[in-house]
Protein backbone atom coordinates (compact mmCIF):
# COMPACT_ATOMS: atom_id res chain seq x y z
CA UNK A 1 0.00 0.00 0.00
CA UNK A 2 1.16 3.69 -0.77
CA UNK A 3 0.33 6.51 1.13
CA UNK A 4 0.30 10.12 0.02
CA UNK A 5 -0.24 13.47 1.38
CA UNK A 6 0.04 16.91 -0.42
CA UNK A 7 1.49 19.91 0.97
CA UNK A 8 1.60 23.73 -0.42
CA UNK A 9 -1.90 24.46 -1.37
CA UNK A 10 -3.28 27.28 -0.37
CA UNK A 11 -4.63 31.12 -1.19
CA UNK A 12 -2.71 33.03 -3.80
CA UNK A 13 -3.45 36.43 -5.77
CA UNK A 14 -3.12 36.17 -9.79
CA UNK A 15 0.74 36.23 -11.31
CA UNK A 16 2.17 34.74 -7.91
CA UNK A 17 3.58 30.84 -6.96
CA UNK A 18 3.08 27.90 -4.77
CA UNK A 19 4.93 25.35 -4.68
CA UNK A 20 2.92 21.79 -4.38
CA UNK A 21 5.27 18.58 -2.41
CA UNK A 22 3.70 15.59 -2.29
CA UNK A 23 5.60 12.45 -0.49
CA UNK A 24 4.90 9.04 -0.85
CA UNK A 25 5.39 6.33 1.56
CA UNK A 26 4.87 2.64 2.05
CA UNK A 27 5.71 -0.16 0.04
CA UNK A 28 7.30 1.77 -2.70
CA UNK A 29 7.42 -0.09 -6.40
CA UNK A 30 10.66 0.07 -7.53
CA UNK A 31 9.59 1.71 -11.33
CA UNK A 32 6.77 4.46 -10.49
CA UNK A 33 5.69 7.40 -12.21
CA UNK A 34 4.36 10.38 -10.16
CA UNK A 35 2.08 12.77 -11.55
CA UNK A 36 -0.48 15.93 -10.31
CA UNK A 37 -4.17 16.77 -11.96
CA UNK A 38 -6.48 18.65 -10.36
CA UNK A 39 -10.03 18.98 -9.60
CA UNK A 40 -11.65 22.49 -10.31
CA UNK A 41 -15.50 23.43 -9.15
CA UNK A 42 -17.83 22.40 -12.00
CA UNK A 43 -15.06 20.58 -14.12
CA UNK A 44 -13.60 17.07 -14.83
CA UNK A 45 -10.21 16.01 -13.69
CA UNK A 46 -7.33 16.97 -15.69
CA UNK A 47 -3.87 15.38 -15.37
CA UNK A 48 -1.57 18.43 -15.79
CA UNK A 49 1.99 16.55 -15.68
CA UNK A 50 4.04 13.28 -14.41
CA UNK A 51 7.27 12.35 -14.17
CA UNK A 52 8.98 9.06 -14.61
CA UNK A 53 11.64 7.67 -12.21
CA UNK A 54 14.36 8.86 -14.67
CA UNK A 55 12.98 12.20 -14.84
CA UNK A 56 11.49 12.60 -18.68
CA UNK A 57 8.58 14.51 -18.24
CA UNK A 58 5.46 15.34 -19.52
CA UNK A 59 2.65 18.20 -19.61
CA UNK A 60 -0.69 19.17 -21.17
CA UNK A 61 -0.68 21.90 -23.05
CA UNK A 62 -2.60 24.33 -21.27
CA UNK A 63 -0.27 24.33 -18.12
CA UNK A 64 3.51 24.20 -20.36
CA UNK A 65 5.68 27.09 -19.38
CA UNK A 66 3.97 27.78 -16.24
CA UNK A 67 3.97 24.68 -13.95
CA UNK A 68 6.78 22.43 -13.62
CA UNK A 69 6.70 18.95 -12.45
CA UNK A 70 10.03 17.46 -10.38
CA UNK A 71 11.07 14.81 -8.16
CA UNK A 72 13.22 13.61 -5.52
CA UNK A 73 13.83 10.08 -6.03
CA UNK A 74 15.37 9.41 -2.77
CA UNK A 75 12.72 11.01 -0.88
CA UNK A 76 10.19 9.67 -2.80
CA UNK A 77 8.39 12.64 -3.29
CA UNK A 78 7.36 14.71 -6.50
CA UNK A 79 6.90 18.67 -7.09
CA UNK A 80 4.71 21.37 -8.73
CA UNK A 81 6.10 24.47 -9.01
CA UNK A 82 3.35 26.48 -10.61
CA UNK A 83 4.02 30.03 -12.02
CA UNK A 84 1.65 32.93 -13.14
CA UNK A 85 -1.34 31.73 -11.26
CA UNK A 86 -4.76 32.26 -12.62
CA UNK A 87 -8.22 32.60 -10.92
CA UNK A 88 -8.92 29.29 -13.69
CA UNK A 89 -6.01 27.62 -11.79
CA UNK A 90 -8.61 27.51 -8.51
CA UNK A 91 -8.86 23.92 -7.56
CA UNK A 92 -8.08 20.88 -5.49
CA UNK A 93 -4.47 19.38 -6.78
CA UNK A 94 -4.05 15.52 -6.11
CA UNK A 95 -0.81 13.42 -6.00
CA UNK A 96 -0.35 10.25 -7.98
CA UNK A 97 1.59 7.40 -8.17
CA UNK A 98 1.16 5.15 -11.34
CA UNK A 99 3.22 1.69 -10.97
CA UNK A 100 1.45 0.63 -14.13
CA UNK A 101 -0.78 -1.58 -12.17
CA UNK A 102 -1.96 0.34 -9.90
CA UNK A 103 -2.22 3.84 -9.32
CA UNK A 104 -2.55 5.89 -5.84
CA UNK A 105 -3.91 9.17 -5.21
CA UNK A 106 -3.41 11.65 -2.19
CA UNK A 107 -6.44 13.92 -0.19
CA UNK A 108 -5.78 16.39 -2.50
CA UNK A 109 -4.47 20.13 -1.55
CA UNK A 110 -6.88 23.13 -1.93
CA UNK A 111 -5.16 25.73 -4.16
CA UNK A 112 -7.43 29.18 -4.87
CA UNK A 113 -6.32 31.92 -7.03
CA UNK A 114 -7.86 35.39 -6.62
CA UNK A 115 -7.83 38.19 -9.19
Known amino acids: QVHLVESGGGLVQAGGSLRLSCSASGTMPSLFAMCWDRQAPGKQREVLAG???????NYVDSVKGRLTISRDNAKNTVFLQMNSLKPEDTAVYYC?????????WGQGTQVTVTS
Open 96 to 104: IVSTGGKDY
Open 51 to 57: ITNEGST
